[in-house]
């Protein structure tokens, strides 16, 4: 089974910390991917990665790094943590070239609160 | 507006069928997705259809297709408590969510 894990299921931090999240995934794939989910947003995109230390901006990246050195590994930085960064982080990764319809499989999220 | 739209709730009696409709913007999406998200969980693809189909069953899911008007739904039959969850229709790649259907079952 593909396993997707996020380092973290709760973090709480304080404003202006610089916060690391974590992503690891075992089945080798190539593309790896950020969202936050919001109530009453969805889930929108910050980066994705199609290789090791490529990366591509998604539809939200302000505010927001990223960091692929190694395939198995995505990390998601908040240079300097602000309330409205609060939110649910989910990591998400897929097999093969990004157009293809391979499904992307998520971890369990990260529910970050920033006070 | 919005790439993708749906119905922020659904409540539906046990044994009921279900209906979650979605309208999405880009015609070229080569699939289309339906991803479910249980309660304290991450997202799980439930199914999928490609474009040149109509419809797609798997088991007690229909999927229906209408590229004209760019709409996709799913028909859960028979409903069970279980079904609860977060409904999410999603296009493109990398993939464009829609806001997501709360499916309520009442028993």
């Known amino acids: 089974d593909v396993k997707v894990t996020q380092s973290s299921r709760y973090l709480v931090k304080r404003t202006g910390e610089k916060v690391f999240l974590e992503c690891v995934q075992d089945m080798d794939h190539e593309n790896m991917f950020w969202y936050r989910q919001d109530p009453g947003l969805g889930l929108r995109l910050i980066y994705f990665s199609y290789d090791v230390k490529m990366k591509e901006k998604g539809d939200i990246p302000e505010g927001y790094s990223v960091s692929r050195e190694k395939k198995e590994r995505f990390s998601l930085i908040l240079e300097s943590a602000s309330t409205n960064q609060t939110s649910m982080y989910l990591c998400a990764s897929k097999k093969g070239g990004l157009a293809q319809s391979y499904e992307q499989y998520f971890g369990p999220g990260t529910r970050l609160t920033v006070t | 507006g919005e790439d993708v739209e749906q119905s922020l709730f659904l409540s539906v009696r046990e044994g009921d069928s279900s209906v979650i409709n979605c309208t999405y913007t880009d015609s070229s999406s080569t699939y289309l997705y339906w991803y479910k998200q249980e309660p304290g969980a991450g997202l799980q693809l439930l199914t999928y259809i490609f474009s040149n189909m109509d419809m797609k069953q798997d088991q007690r899911l229909t999927v229906l297709l209408n590229k004209k008007d760019k709409h996709l739904s799913l028909r859960i039959a028979d409903t069970q408590t279980g079904d609860s969850a977060i409904y999410f229709c999603?296009?493109?790649?990398?993939?464009?969510f829609g806001k997501g259907t709360r499916l309520s079952v009442i028993a």
């Open positions: 999603a296009e493109r790649t990398p993939l464009v």
